[in-house]
């Protein structure tokens, strides 16, 4: 496996290094570009180079807080927001000892993790909205986290330990369907007919580089062998390496009783039409990539796991208006039916948004403030239909993700039901570009959604009920996702480094603020679990000397 | 038809038209906002606007504590209208615009009464500009504001001072880019598009909002 992305990257190294020095500014025959590749004299460099995949975060495994259990002391501990890291805190300080209050604006618990089924409200700010689907326990959409990358070892191991069930999500689906205007006339390709032919002729390309070419790197005979027949059968290459079509991506007609007729190539040319080949070979890797898992009938199913072991320390429409830190505390006031209490704590946690917290009376200082000014706030946006019937899977795709250049952008089959009679589909995700649905009305967002997946599936307006949208920017008490610290391509500037660590530091430490705002890789369960332990260390190092 | 009959009651032009086109495309089985389950009323206002209405920088969203229910109720009815908050750019009207169109009457008047049972503190001092520079800007200004920025309910001006500084700057740039002021039914809208005109460049947009910055409140 290793070896295959390893070469994938070699191929794609080469590729782009050819393209940005030779190719760009005048249009090429296909010899004339293999002439390039074979001349671009990269390949020694790329070989040496690409060493690292250098894709995910360092995976580890699960952090095991160990942390001092307070034993006869006492500390209270005030809770901002019953977001996944506020209900860390709750979970492992309660363990402790330590007295916790959780203050929750929203009438739920879990803040972005929000699953939507029959009766539950989308508070969404001038478009409250109630769920309509069918009140079947396989019929709910997860508007916000969705899927659970194998490798987040501290979501995972919270998952155990709470007993909370989980099952795969199925991300890539080789029999979803990429679809663009550009794309041979806009028509739906199956996400395999499009890999399987850029591979091809990728691969042709590769190859016959390589034997064209004199390489300068001492590659042994064996070696070059080898790569050789990776390339080959990464493109299923035929005679003299020549792609001239495969059965990867199924066959046109027979292939059990009577022999496989294999399917027409797609042109090169016409895979060259669609900005989403940039993502038919890489889509699904990082967090993204495979094997993803989801909470068993719903995702909330993690908040309601936390909650079982800390329901009774949470107010509910509970919105905090003030919070004031000394030497030795904190002061927090919130509004709850209609009077405003006050709640003193030894220490505060705060999974609020920093653009909520910069609403609410305070008195941080200014270089505080002015880090919670700079983050800016996220517009992801997802939509979802029930659907009357399981369509999809009549066309054999169970699970996964059809990628389209129109603005709703996915649609996302559920890997659960499968062949129940209804489920309930994701319509749309537009995790950086949701301000252009947000901005329309409830009509027109439907309106869009229907008009984008009626290029996919035929009769999909027919097919489709009971919408729902979640436009995350106005999302009562969260108005936005997700955080966005740094504002420049080319990573973090010294400054943004700068009011990161002011913001992670603890206000006189009194006052963390938490979250996976706090943390570099944002939109993510287990880096607001992350943050949470982070903040629980800290506080740890404070109590131990303070006690010993 | 029913259903259509809500709509269409509830709708401004703009999205009147969005209604019927739906309508006869066939989508009416798609039903979207069933009945209230959740024991909400329409005071969502500190979620945007801060605690006790003190403006949030945050998002964008100005002071209303302390600004005069006549002014408010005309833009929140605006709003509601449609005339303002209607321009695509403008991105914190685009917002609220929703959210006002949902409001009675009798929720205007109560969300009034909210406001006005808010204490008002300073707005902190944010811009950088020339108040002197700015002061001879004002005068024009002051016609209708007063010269202390203290607003004039007999010609519909509002006061200026106390509002947070940020915003001032968001909506001077609103009405003289006609984000806000463009349609005829707002007459004062209309007249601060024309007014804004004077100001020459962001400069002096920074200089006469420093002006009333030193006005107090
Ligand atoms: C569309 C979308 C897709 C996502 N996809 C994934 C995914 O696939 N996998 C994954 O792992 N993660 C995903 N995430 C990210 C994940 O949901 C978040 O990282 C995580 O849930 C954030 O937790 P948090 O602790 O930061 O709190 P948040 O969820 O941000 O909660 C903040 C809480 O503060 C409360 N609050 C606000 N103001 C106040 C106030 N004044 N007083 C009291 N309480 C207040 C809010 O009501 C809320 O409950 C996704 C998020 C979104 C929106």
């Given at each position: 496996?290793?070896?295959?992305?390893?070469?994938?990257?070699?191929?794609?190294?080469?590729?782009?290094?050819?393209?940005?020095?030779?190719?760009?500014?005048?249009?090429?025959?296909?010899?004339?570009?293999?002439?390039?590749?074979?001349?671009?004299?990269?390949?020694?460099?790329?070989?040496?180079?690409?060493?690292?995949?250098?894709?995910?975060?360092?995976?580890?495994?699960?952090?095991?807080?160990?942390?001092?259990?307070?034993?006869?002391?006492?500390?209270?501990?005030?809770?901002?927001?019953?977001?996944?890291?506020?209900?860390?805190?709750?979970?492992?300080?309660?363990?402790?000892?330590?007295?916790?209050?959780?203050?929750?604006?929203?009438?739920?618990?879990?803040?972005?993790?929000?699953?939507v089924r029959n009766g539950d409200l989308i508070?969404e700010?001038?478009n409250r909205q109630y769920c309509d689907f069918d009140d079947d326990?396989h019929m709910y959409f997860?508007g916000?986290?969705?899927?659970?990358?194998?490798?987040?070892?501290?979501?995972?191991?919270?998952?155990?330990?709470?007993?909370?069930?989980?099952?795969?999500?199925?991300?890539?689906?080789?029999?979803?369907?990429?679809?663009?205007?550009?794309?041979?006339?806009?028509?739906?390709?199956?996400?395999?007919?499009?890999?399987?032919?850029?591979?091809?002729?990728?691969?042709?390309?590769?190859?016959?580089?390589?034997?064209?070419?004199?390489?300068?790197?001492?590659?042994?005979?064996?070696?070059?062998?080898?790569?050789?027949?990776?390339?080959?059968?990464?493109?299923?290459?035929?005679?003299?390496?020549?792609?001239?079509?495969?059965?990867?991506?199924?066959?046109?007609?027979?292939?059990?009783?009577?022999?496989?007729?294999?399917?027409?190539?797609?042109?090169?040319?016409?895979?060259?039409?669609?900005?989403?080949?940039?993502?038919?070979?890489?889509?699904?890797?990082?967090?993204?990539?495979?094997?993803?898992?989801?909470?068993?009938?719903?995702?909330?199913?993690?908040?309601?796991?936390?909650?079982?072991?800390?329901?009774?320390?949470?107010?509910?429409?509970?919105?905090?208006?003030?919070?004031?830190?000394?030497?030795?505390?904190?002061?927090?006031?919130?509004?709850?039916?209609?009077?405003?209490?006050?709640?003193?704590?030894?220490?505060?946690?705060?999974?609020?948004?920093?653009?909520?917290?910069?609403?609410?009376?305070?008195?941080?200082?200014?270089?505080?403030?002015?880090?919670?000014?700079?983050?800016?706030?996220?517009?992801?946006?997802k939509a979802a239909f029930q659907a009357k019937e399981r369509f999809w899977e009549r066309?054999?795709?169970?699970?996964?993700?059809?990628?389209?250049?129109g603005?709703s952008?996915?649609i996302w089959y559920p890997?659960?039901g499968?062949?129940q009679n209804k489920g309930v589909i994701l319509a749309a995700?537009?995790?950086?570009?949701?301000?252009?649905h947000?901005?329309m009305s409830q009509q027109e967002r439907i309106e869009s959604h229907i008009k984008d997946g009626e290029k996919i599936h035929p009769n999909y307006r027919d097919l489709v009920e009971k919408p729902v949208t979640i436009?995350?920017?106005?999302?009562?008490?969260?108005?936005?996702?997700?955080?966005?610290?740094?504002?420049?391509?080319?990573?973090?500037?010294?400054?943004?480094?700068?009011?990161?660590?002011?913001?992670?530091?603890?206000?006189?430490?009194?006052?963390?603020?938490?979250?996976?705002?706090?943390?570099?890789?944002?939109?993510?369960?287990?880096?607001?679990?992350?943050?949470?332990?982070?903040?629980?260390?800290?506080?740890?190092?404070?109590?131990?000397?303070?006690?010993? | 038809m029913k259903y259509l009959t809500l709509l269409v009651y509830k709708m401004?032009?703009?999205k009147l038209s969005v209604a019927i086109l739906i309508f006869f495309s066939g989508l009416t089985p798609l039903l979207f906002g069933a009945e209230e389950i959740?024991?909400?009323?329409?005071?969502?206002?500190?979620?945007?606007?801060?605690?006790?209405?003190?403006?949030?920088?945050?998002?964008?969203?100005?002071?209303?504590?302390?600004?005069?229910?006549?002014?408010?109720?005309?833009?929140?009815?605006?709003?509601?209208?449609?005339?303002?908050?209607?321009?695509?750019?403008?991105?914190?009207?685009?917002?609220?615009?929703?959210?006002?169109?949902?409001?009675?009457?009798?929720?205007?008047?109560?969300?009034?009464?909210?406001?006005?049972?808010?204490?008002?503190?300073?707005?902190?001092?944010?811009?950088?500009?020339?108040?002197?520079?700015?002061?001879?800007?004002?005068?024009?200004?002051?016609?209708?504001?007063?010269?202390?920025?203290?607003?004039?309910?007999?010609?519909?001006?509002?006061?200026?001072?106390?509002?947070?500084?940020?915003?001032?700057?968001?909506?001077?740039?609103?009405?003289?880019?006609?984000?806000?002021?463009?349609?005829?039914?707002?007459?004062?809208?209309?007249?601060?598009?024309?007014?804004?005109?004077?100001?020459?460049?962001?400069?002096?947009?920074?200089?006469?909002?420093?002006?009333?910055?030193?006005?107090?409140?």
């Amino acid at each position: 496996m290793i070896i295959l992305e390893r070469s994938l990257e070699i191929a794609s190294n080469m590729l782009i290094a050819s393209f940005r020095e030779k190719l760009m500014p005048k249009l090429v025959t296909r010899r004339e570009f293999l002439n390039l590749l074979g001349s671009a004299g990269g390949t020694s460099a790329t070989l040496k180079a690409g060493s690292a995949l250098g894709l995910l975060p360092a995976a580890s495994i699960a952090n095991s807080l160990d942390l001092l259990a307070l034993g006869p002391n006492k500390k209270k501990v005030a809770i901002l927001g019953g977001g996944l890291s506020g209900l860390t805190v709750a979970y492992e300080l309660g363990k402790l000892g330590y007295e916790c209050t959780i203050l929750e604006a929203s009438h739920r618990c879990g803040g972005r993790i929000f699953t939507v089924r029959n009766g539950d409200l989308i508070d969404e700010i001038g478009n409250r909205q109630y769920c309509d689907f069918d009140d079947d326990p396989h019929m709910y959409f997860n508007g916000g986290a969705a899927r659970i990358p194998s490798f987040h070892n501290n979501l995972l191991s919270y998952c155990k330990e709470l007993g909370i069930e989980l099952e795969v999500f199925v991300g890539e689906n080789n029999n979803a369907y990429f679809q663009d205007d550009a794309l041979l006339g806009g028509k739906r390709v199956r996400v395999n007919d499009y890999k399987t032919n850029i591979r091809g002729f990728m691969g042709e390309m590769l190859a016959k580089s390589m034997s064209e070419q004199e390489m300068d790197e001492p590659l042994t005979e064996r070696e070059a062998e080898n790569l050789l027949s990776i390339i080959r059968s990464f493109g299923d290459l035929g005679e003299s390496d020549l792609y001239t079509g495969s059965s990867r991506n199924g066959y046109k007609s027979g292939g059990y009783i009577s022999h496989g007729v294999q399917k027409d190539m797609i042109a090169f040319r016409d895979l060259l039409q669609s900005e989403l080949g940039r993502r038919a070979l890489t889509a699904y890797e990082g967090d993204q990539g495979p094997c993803l898992l989801q909470a068993k009938g719903g995702m909330d199913n993690i908040t309601n796991g936390f909650l079982r072991k800390v329901e009774d320390r949470v107010k509910y429409r509970a919105m905090v208006s003030s919070i004031n830190v000394s030497n030795d505390g904190v002061e927090v006031t919130y509004d709850q039916d209609g009077a405003r209490h006050l709640l003193q704590a030894d220490y505060c946690f705060s999974c609020i948004p920093t653009h909520l917290i910069t609403g609410l009376d305070h008195n941080f200082p200014s270089d505080y403030v002015k880090a919670m000014k700079y983050v800016r706030r996220g517009d992801a946006y997802k939509a979802a239909f029930q659907a009357k019937e399981r369509f999809w899977e009549r066309e054999n795709i169970y699970g996964g993700i059809t990628k389209m250049a129109g603005r709703s952008a996915d649609i996302w089959y559920p890997s659960h039901g499968i062949h129940q009679n209804k489920g309930v589909i994701l319509a749309a995700y537009n995790f950086r570009g949701g301000s252009y649905h947000t901005n329309m009305s409830q009509q027109e967002r439907i309106e869009s959604h229907i008009k984008d997946g009626e290029k996919i599936h035929p009769n999909y307006r027919d097919l489709v009920e009971k919408p729902v949208t979640i436009a995350w920017h106005r999302i009562n008490h969260m108005l936005g996702c997700a955080a966005r610290w740094n504002r420049n391509f080319g990573g973090w500037t010294q400054e943004e480094e700068f009011m990161f660590d002011t913001l992670q530091t603890p206000l006189n430490g009194r006052h963390y603020v938490i979250g996976d705002q706090i943390s570099v890789n944002v939109a993510w369960m287990e880096s607001a679990i992350r943050s949470a332990h982070w903040a629980l260390e800290d506080l740890d190092k404070r109590v131990r000397s303070e006690l010993a | 038809m029913k259903y259509l009959t809500l709509l269409v009651y509830k709708m401004n032009k703009r999205k009147l038209s969005v209604a019927i086109l739906i309508f006869f495309s066939g989508l009416t089985p798609l039903l979207f906002g069933a009945e209230e389950i959740e024991p909400y009323n329409d005071r969502y206002c500190t979620t945007c606007h801060g605690t006790d209405g003190r403006g949030n920088f945050g998002v964008q969203a100005p002071r209303l504590a302390g600004m005069e229910a006549w002014y408010l109720k005309r833009q929140l009815e605006n709003f509601r209208e449609g005339i303002r908050g209607y321009h695509p750019e403008d991105i914190e009207g685009l917002a609220m615009q929703p959210m006002a169109e949902k409001l009675t009457n009798e929720s205007i008047l109560d969300i009034l009464e909210w406001v006005e049972s808010w204490e008002y503190f300073p707005a902190e001092v944010t811009i950088e500009g020339d108040a002197a520079a700015g002061e001879l800007i004002y005068s024009q200004c002051a016609t209708c504001h007063g010269a202390e920025a203290e607003g004039n309910e007999a010609l519909g001006a509002p006061a200026l001072s106390g509002q947070n500084d940020w915003y001032l700057i968001t909506q001077l740039k609103n009405f003289k880019q006609g984000l806000r002021g463009g349609e005829s039914t707002d007459p004062f809208g209309q007249q601060m598009m024309v007014m804004t005109q004077i100001l020459a460049d962001e400069n002096a947009m920074d200089n006469v909002v420093s002006y009333i910055n030193t006005l107090g409140r």
